[in-house]
């Protein structure tokens, strides 16, 4: 873990390290963290425990300049929901926003600093025709003309192919589950629609909503805290690369953190992801937070996990790859261990989202399509 | 010591390496390993400091040539952070496709500073903001002014604005000009030390002109060489045309500047702030000219009306609520 190329996950473990970097490491850790979408997040973490001050100046302002656009992508978001909700509001349906913008309009730890370009929301399957009309009425429309990605997503994903605004030119994924529907794992929806807790944001560009717009507007939902933690786990260790995704582990420690007050919390966890069938992706998450960036994870919780951990040698595996994967590093310095952990966790990624002979022919399709268009360009 | 101390083996040598050079406020590592290039660049950034590793960098750049193993044509790369930035590039286009990546680094990243796009000049440390509109010759005219008229360069590109003060840092990259200016500039200031000229660029032929030892004496030093912007002027070149100075409305110079900005909307509420700071800050005009020295006897007018207004009742002249005056001068980056 004294490996300068773990600079990041070690500043992320204990911010007030970067009080004590020599300028070769400050670079380093900025590099590390530009890559990761993480330098404002430092920054914040900086102004936390005392030391913006004390770190060096050349740093603290490139923390403080990558603010500048956080902020701007919290303005964005704010107003997206604001116009989602107006968009949806003769729909009866709750919206339950995820990840980033779950994170900013409920106002958590989490949000502070951090990047987010598209607003993901999950709605009752039932439900997707009457959104996705309603909001192609209003301005939004799909980003995926081509037949086969239009059956590609709404076939075998669990979103709508993304959709675009086409004035604002923000990004919305409209999800009616968290996982592929073709994947290994099939957590059920209506487990998360039926705990996710209603907000009353606070944040400025949302608050811009008319009132007597408000009255007839969807609720405005957020998952459950352990269902949070979940879905992160999920999209972090099921669903997406985990190649160069400190950013998604530091979400997952941040939630923890600010959760681990509540005893309810962790008495919830594990039993939630027992019903939602998602313990391994909860392992992983958990026992990586704790092994790269210190996470308190109380004993008995991992206890309770045990069970879901993968055997032996595939556990050890795995922690082997994440290590040497998560820190994003550059194409100069060749890493042949580095880039084979990455080509491995892809190879898995794609393994965990459909059975095999889908993948073949979803790989085949797709490189069909590369060759065909290539004479055009 | 500056680039020019070194010997061009020296600096050759260093290049393959990576060596920091100060450009403004800001710590640029440029590795390159394209010989060609590297002296084209020690002809560039000859007065351009260098500064002693380790020290903490904003940028760090590459251009690497790539191997096919002797085939095809001969391509070069260019890198931010150690990864490959944009596609690979004709090896004949890489020096101004190096300078456009020094260009994106600075419009992209340091959002402490409102980035506006826009060249800036200087005469003491009373600023010209030049807006630039495509084939209004700000190029040109901005070139005139620093070789020939005894302004120095603040940039061609960016107008780097501290939201806190209302001043402009000084970032200078050499100027590049293209196509017919070329040969007129070359004419007009023999003494501006010209980089190669480079065909067949999305601009066409391009070529650089090295920033003068006058422009980078105050650019040199952290937080130094600001300047109060004064005026804001629309250039606008036309052939055979008698020069013209015109006032433009306030509004309209909020608008353009607004809407070709690279950050202003980023800034939310802090850029409307800073921008309305400057355009209150400046007399707003539109230039029509098709000689240079009379566009240079213009400059020099606003100038010296300008240090005379300031002699007999500070600030009257721009009437301005941001003036220099007042303003506190430290910067916001806190460096002695």
């Known amino acids: ?377 | 010591m500056i680039v020019g101390d070194l010997s061009i083996d020296d600096w050759q040598h260093r290049m393959t390496r990576g060596v920091v050079v100060r450009i403004g406020p800001f710590t640029v590592r440029m590795t390159v390993r394209l010989r060609e290039v590297a002296d084209a660049m020690y002809l560039l950034y000859r007065d351009y400091p260098i500064q002693p590793e380790p020290i903490v960098l904003d940028f760090d750049v590459a251009a690497l040539p790539i191997s096919w193993w002797g085939r095809g044509p001969r391509m070069a790369a260019l890198y931010f952070d150690g990864v490959r930035k944009f596609d690979p590039i004709e090896r004949e286009q890489a020096l101004p496709m190096f300078q456009w990546l020094l260009n994106w680094c600075i419009f992209t990243h340091p959002h402490q500073y409102l980035i506006l796009h826009s060249a800036v000049v200087a005469r003491d440390d009373m600023a010209a903001v030049l807006p630039g509109m495509p084939g209004a010759g700000k190029s040109t005219l901005c070139t005139a002014l620093v070789h020939g008229g005894g302004w120095r360069l603040l940039s061609d590109e960016v107008a780097l604005v501290t939201p806190s003060t209302g001043l402009i840092t000084p970032a200078p990259l050499p100027i590049g000009l293209k196509e017919e200016s070329i040969p007129v500039i070359a004419a007009t200031y023999p003494h501006a030390r010209m980089g190669p000229s480079v065909r067949g660029t999305r601009k066409g032929t391009v070529v650089h002109i090295a920033t003068p030892a006058s422009s980078m004496a105050a650019a040199s030093e952290a937080g130094g060489g600001q300047a109060q912007p004064r005026w804001i002027i629309f250039p606008e070149y036309h052939a055979g045309a008698r020069v013209q100075l015109e006032p433009a409305p306030r509004a309209n110079a909020f608008m353009t500047i607004a809407a070709d900005a690279f950050n202003y909307s980023l800034l939310g509420a802090t850029g409307y702030e800073t921008l309305a700071n400057v355009v209150d800050a400046c007399h707003c005009f539109n230039l029509q000219y098709s000689q240079l020295d009379d566009a240079i006897a213009v400059f020099d007018q606003l100038a010296s009306q300008a240090s005379s207004a300031a002699s007999s009742s500070a600030g009257s002249l721009t009437g301005s609520p941001t003036g220099s005056g007042d303003a506190p001068h430290s910067t916001s980056r806190g460096r002695p």
């Open chain 1, 1 to 377: 873990m004294n490996n300068p190329r773990h600079l990041l996950l070690q500043v992320l473990r204990d911010p007030r390290r970067m009080s004590q970097l020599d300028a070769p490491a400050c670079n380093e850790l900025l590099r590390q963290a530009r890559m990761s979408k993480l330098v404002a997040r430092l920054g914040y973490l900086a102004q936390d425990v005392g030391i913006l001050d004390a770190i060096p100046p050349k740093m603290a302002e490139q923390m403080l300049a990558a603010r500048a656009v956080s902020d701007q992508h919290a303005r964005i978001v704010g107003w997206e929901v604001n116009r989602i909700g107006k968009a949806l509001a003769g729909v009866d349906t709750p919206v339950v926003l995820l990840k980033g913008a779950a994170y900013l309009l409920a106002g958590m730890d989490v949000a502070r600093g951090r990047l987010v370009t598209d607003v993901d929301i999950l709605v009752p399957a039932d439900r997707l025709g009457q959104v996705e009309s309603a909001l192609v009425a209003h301005g939004w429309e799909s980003m995926k003309v081509d037949p086969y990605d239009q059956r590609y997503y709404r076939a075998w994903m669990h979103e709508l192919p993304p959709m675009q605004h086409t004035q604002r030119h923000s990004v919305l994924d409209v999800h009616h589950t968290i996982l592929p529907v073709t994947g290994r794992l099939s957590p059920d929806p209506q487990l998360l629609l039926a705990a996710a807790r209603t907000i009353n944001p606070t944040h400025d560009a949302y608050l811009a909503l008319d009132t007597q717009l408000k009255q007839s507007q969807p609720a405005i939902q957020v998952l459950a805290p352990a269902d949070m933690v979940i879905h992160a786990a999920v999209h972090m260790f099921q669903d997406g690369e985990l190649a160069g995704a400190v950013r998604d582990l530091a979400d997952i420690a941040a939630m923890v953190h600010q959760f681990d007050g509540d005893a309810s919390f962790w008495e919830r966890l594990v039993p939630r992801a027992e019903a939602l069938g998602l313990q391994r992706p909860l392992y992983y998450a958990l026992a990586s937070a704790v092994e790269l960036l210190g996470t308190e994870v109380p004993e008995s919780v991992m206890r309770t996990l045990g069970p879901a951990r993968p055997i032996w040698p595939l556990r050890r595996l795995m922690a082997l790859l994440v290590a040497r994967a998560l820190v994003p590093q550059p194409t100069l310095r060749n890493d042949l261990a580095a880039s084979t952990a990455r080509l491995a966790l892809y190879i898995r990624s794609h393994w965990l989202r459909m059975p095999p002979g889908m993948l073949a022919r979803h790989l085949y399709e797709k490189a069909i399509r590369r060759w065909r268009s290539e004479p055009e360009t």
